[in-house]
């Protein structure tokens, strides 16, 4: 059994009380055909065509795979290349949009029992809205018996806060989400969990929830990584998910809040994933807030809107300030993913200096990892090594980086180690 280390973080959590606000209609929009774990879509669509808002316009035959809907209406301007955060090259719809912003004929999808709903799951585009992207649909597809569902609200990265305003300002949403999977996939119990460093959310959901026995609301402690679905899991069951072993062989589900929630509210409307929450934050941001964005907004125009500090922005993360990845330009749009970005100004890059064998790398990682050795057998390149110091679980939360006094770049290196990993068949 692993031990549950953690580190203490400052939450900054100041976008955490201002109302979500919509973002003005973009003119342009880019979407990419591939912002989900598994095959990349296919444009359905091609240059010139006149396309509606909630209208698909990628799909893949793939089971693994999510489809793409357009997020404006307005005409096709070009179908280009879009090069993704991994380097491999996905293709993109860019459209026009027009001042009308008509919409599809929305209808709420037919749902009777479990084949329906992961079909629908599937129809609607979502994907693991917490950061990952994995198809909610394949997520909701397990082979054996789920006896618990657990929604992870911890949001423990410090400043994003899209999935606490999704449950202050949505909570029927969440509830009736989780409600939904339960009904449908024949599991018990679900556990809704919420880190301590939102009070008024515990109280809501605890009060909502009264007269549901089989949904408990949990008190995660305050501390990072407690997001990490092998963590989450731990300290909500007692459950180890062991290398090589998914979620569900031990009988759970992890699902992002937000995602569930979504799930409702498609049931209910038929509106598929097109807008995303996002908190914009940052030394900056002129506004920190949470807007909606129509999925393919260009991050330049959210920073416009925000009035960030542009000219002196030197950092730009997609994502929270420990697992996002910076971007090089705010030339790229919003991705079923985005859920934050930071943009600072005046970063300054530490300095990197020789290993000190202080240990606190080892007792920040909650894997129980050792990332001063993982990085020497990295630069040996010595796989055997790699594999000995269980390098695959690794899950690049960035503690034993935030913790290091020599500024060593162990999360990154880990990453790059990963990858020398044999794939497993
Ligand atoms: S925290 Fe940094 S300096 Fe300390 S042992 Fe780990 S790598 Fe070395
Ligand atoms: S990034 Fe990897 S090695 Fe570092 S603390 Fe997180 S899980 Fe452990």
Do not use: W
């Not at 009060?207 to 949990?218: G, M, Q, R």
């Not at 407690?226 to 998910?241: D, F, L, M, N, P």
């Not at 569900?248 to 209910?268: C, G, L, P, W």
């Amino acid at each position: 059994m692993f031990r549950l280390n953690s580190i203490r973080l400052n939450h900054s959590k100041n976008t955490a009380e201002i109302k979500t606000v919509p973002l003005p209609a973009p003119s342009y929009v880019k979407i990419p055909m591939a912002m989900h774990m598994g095959a990349p879509c296919t444009p359905l669509v091609k240059k010139g065509d006149r396309v509606l808002a909630g209208q698909k316009i990628g799909d893949s035959d793939a089971f693994f795979s999510a489809p793409v809907h357009a997020s404006v209406s307005g005409t096709v301007k070009e179908i280009s290349d879009y090069r993704l955060m991994n380097g491999t090259v996905c293709k993109a719809v860019e459209i026009e949009a027009d001042e009308e912003q008509k919409t599809c004929e929305f209808t709420p999808p037919e749902i009777t029992d479990r084949e329906s709903f992961v079909k629908a799951v599937r129809e609607s585009g979502i994907c693991g809205l917490g950061g990952a992207g994995f198809p909610t649909h394949v997520k909701l597809s397990p082979k054996g018996e789920i006896d618990t569902l657990i929604i992870n609200a911890a949001e423990c990265e410090p400043f994003i806060t899209s999935d606490y305003r999704q449950m202050m300002e949505n909570p029927e949403d969440v509830l009736g989400g989780i409600r939904m999977i339960m009904k449908y996939l024949s599991v018990p119990k679900a556990i809704l969990a919420i880190e301590g460093n939102k009070p008024e959310a515990i109280s809501e959901f605890t009060k909502l929830t009264a007269n549901e026995p089989e949904i408990t609301v949990f008190r995660l402690p305050s501390t990072y990584p407690q997001g990490a679905e092998k963590v989450i899991i731990h300290s909500t069951t007692g459950r180890v998910v062991m290398e090589g072993q998914l979620p569900s062989d031990q009988k759970v589900i992890v699902m992002n809040v937000s995602t569930a929630a979504f799930i409702h509210r498609y049931a209910e409307t038929g509106i598929p994933l097109i807008s995303r929450r996002i908190t914009v934050e940052g030394s900056a941001v002129g506004k920190p807030m949470n807007i909606t964005a129509p999925i393919g907004t260009m991050v330049s125009e959210i920073l416009k809107f925000t009035e960030t500090d542009t000219e002196h922005m030197n950092k730009l993360i997609a994502g929270g300030p420990m697992m996002g990845a910076c971007l090089f330009s705010a030339d790229t749009p919003v991705v079923k993913t985005s859920n934050s970005f930071i943009a600072e100004k005046d970063y300054r890059e530490p300095v990197q200096s020789a290993c000190i064998r202080c240990g606190r790398c080892v007792r920040a990682c909650s894997m129980n990892l050792m990332p001063l050795e993982i990085e020497k057998a990295f630069r040996r390149k010595d796989i055997s090594a790699l594999q000995s110091l269980k390098t695959g679980l690794c899950m690049n939360c960035g503690a034993c980086t935030y913790v290091c006094p020599a500024n060593r770049k162990l999360a990154e290196t880990n990453q790059l180690a990963k990858a020398l990993l044999p794939k497993k068949k």
